[in-house]
Every structure is written in C-alpha cells, then in structure tokens.
C-alpha cells in the first residue's frame, strides 16, 4: 500500500488549495477513504471521510462547509479542496486507509495559512 499526498502550500487567509492522494498497491475502489491533519502540538484529527463509492461524505465540525472530499477510482486518486482557509487550519495534510490490522498513512503534506 502507497499513499502520495501533494497539493500543499504557503496561501493567505481566504485562499484555496486543493489535497491529492495518488494510491497503489491495493483496491482502491473497494476502501473508503479519509483525511486527517496535524498541527504543531496538537494530536493528529480527522478531517473528512469519503465512502468507496464516493456516495457518502462526513466532514469534522471544524471544516464543514470550506472543504470538500472526492475522489475518482478510475484515476485512484482522493482529493481535499480546502477553501475559506484559515490560520487555524495550518497542518500537515495526512490521507488514509486501513483494514482489521492496520492504518496506513502517507507522508502528509504541510498546508500553512498566513498572511
């Protein structure tokens, strides 16, 4: 299993990104999905997660309503369009999968907000 996260940056307050993680080596189709960020000092938290099918979405209170997850299975690839940003949401970006045994994580990427 591989996960590879991108799309990270520097953007002000009010800016936009958008999150991509590129899978492999497993059925990516047939796992639901999820994103979660760390901030410094902070426990890692769950940001959103996203069914299999792409049919059913949650979002963390604390994001509701800026971001948005999707993905494509044809491309194995799950997304995170983060809008409305704020400085509070400066984290690094971590995508997810896991099975009865184990989690399986990327290696994030850092998102910072500022101006």
């Known amino acids: 299993v591989q996960l590879v996260e991108s799309g990270g940056g520097l953007v002000q307050p009010g800016g936009s990104l958008r999150l991509s993680c590129v899978a492999s080596?497993?059925?990516?189709?047939?796992?639901?999905m999820r994103w979660f960020r760390q901030a410094p000092g902070k426990e890692r938290e769950l940001v959103a997660t996203?069914?299999?099918?792409?049919?059913?979405?949650t979002y963390a209170a604390s994001v509701k309503g800026r971001f948005t997850i999707s993905r494509d299975n044809a491309k194995n690839t799950m997304y995170l369009q983060l809008n409305s940003l704020k400085p509070e949401d400066t984290a690094v970006y971590y995508c997810?999968?896991?099975?009865?045994?184990?989690?399986?994580w990327g290696q994030g990427t850092q998102v910072t907000v500022s101006s």
């Open positions: 080596g497993f059925s990516f189709s047939t796992y639901d």
């Open positions: 997810n999968t896991w099975t009865l045994e184990r989690n399986y």
């Open positions: 996203i069914s299999s099918t792409g049919d059913r979405t």
